[in-house]
Structure formats: structure tokens, C-alpha cells
């Protein structure tokens, strides 16, 4: 068996990032319309923590960089098929569809809080877009609800199948993903470091 070592490939702003999301996410989707001060503290959260991704995703560590994990359609697609006939390719950073579903989820999520903050200025009179109440109509904040709650909810299908994504992931590369999301490392074959050294 080969011998194998774990290095450093996410970095502590990642991670810091992905848990405290996951976190603001479930905050604003348990809080909803009952505890509105806390749905909307807890979605503006979300928005500056997209804010950062994008920003780190553009000059941040090699691995947390979208130039790494980026990749056409067509090669999701193929990965997803190798994935399940299980000859996938394992990647050191995210693979294909892993870089196609942290696309996905970031569009959806920033779509999301977006709507949010147009239905909250314009129902509330509150927030970034309070000024929008006066200038709304009566059939706007309907149409922005119906919209947010649509996106809202393609957001959480969107993380059930990317824990899917994880937990298949992991069973066929016989790597525990989660883990390697909390202390950032990942395993490579011993012979691979000592080369980069």
C-alpha cells in the first residue's frame, strides 16, 4: 500500500468561511419571518461572507482561487459520470463538480440575499432598500417574496446535494472531505511531497 501523507490545501480563511456560511444559513432559514431581526442580521451576514469569497476567490490561496476549480460544464458532467461508475479522478483542490456546485450555491445564495434585501426595503421600509417602499407598489413585495422564497428554497436543494456530492465523494476516495473542511488537510502519496521538497 502506498504510504501517504496529509498536507495543508484549505486555508484558515476558507474554512472559516464555509462553516460560518453554513451556519448563517441555517440561522436564516430556521429564523425566517418569526424572528425577522435575526433572519435579517444572519442574511446580511451571508452577504458580506459572499463578498469575501468572491474577493478571495480572486486573490486568495492557490487552492481557495477560482482559477483552480473553475472548469466548462462538460467536465462536471464527465466527472459526475466517472464519479458514478467510480473512476473518478481525485483532486488535491475541488474537482469538477464540486467547482460547478460552489458556483451554483454562490449565484443562488447572492440571489437569495439580494431578494431579501429588496423585500425587506420594500415591505419594511427597511434597510439598504428602504427607500424603494415609497416607489413599490402594492404588487412588488409579493412578487419579491415569491421570488426569494423560490431561491430560498433551490439554495437548500442545492446544499442537500452537495452534502450528497460529499458524502459520496468521500466514500469512493476513501477520504473523509469533512474533516479535511475543519483542519484543512488532505492526503497525497508520500513519494508526491518528497518530490515538491
Known amino acids: 500500500m502506498t504510504e501517504s501523507v496529509r498536507v495543508k490545501v484549505w486555508d484558515p480563511l476558507i474554512r472559516i468561511f464555509h462553516w460560518s456560511l453554513a451556519a448563517a444559513f441555517t440561522i436564516v432559514f430556521m429564523a425566517d419571518e418569526d424572528w425577522l431581526a435575526v433572519h435579517t442580521l444572519a442574511g446580511y451576514t451571508i452577504l458580506g461572507l459572499l463578498v469575501f469569497r468572491i474577493l478571495w476567490g480572486g486573490i486568495g490561496t492557490p487552492y481557495a482561487r477560482f482559477s483552480s476549480f473553475v472548469r466548462p460544464w462538460s467536465e462536471a458532467l464527465a466527472y459526475l459520470k466517472a464519479l458514478l461508475a467510480r473512476r473518478a479522478p481525485r483532486y488535491l483542490g475541488h474537482n469538477p463538480a464540486g467547482g460547478a456546485m460552489i458556483v451554483l450555491l454562490l449565484l443562488s445564495l447572492m440571489s437569495t440575499a439580494l431578494t431579501g434585501m ?21 404588487l412588488w413585495p409579493d412578487v419579491a417574496e415569491s421570488v426569494h422564497e423560490f431561491l430560498a428554497n433551490f439554495t437548500l436543494l442545492l446544499v442537500a446535494v452537495h452534502l450528497l456530492g460529499v458524502a459520496v465523494g468521500s466514500l469512493v476516495h476513501r477520504e473523509n472531505l469533512i474533516r479535511a473542511m475543519i483542519d484543512g488537510r488532505k492526503r497525497v502519496p508520500a513519494q508526491a511531497t518528497a518530490r515538491e521538497s
Open 118 to 138: 429588496l423585500l425587506y426595503g420594500m415591505g419594511d421600509a427597511a434597510g439598504l432598500f428602504a427607500g424603494l417602499a415609497a416607489h413599490a407598489g402594492f
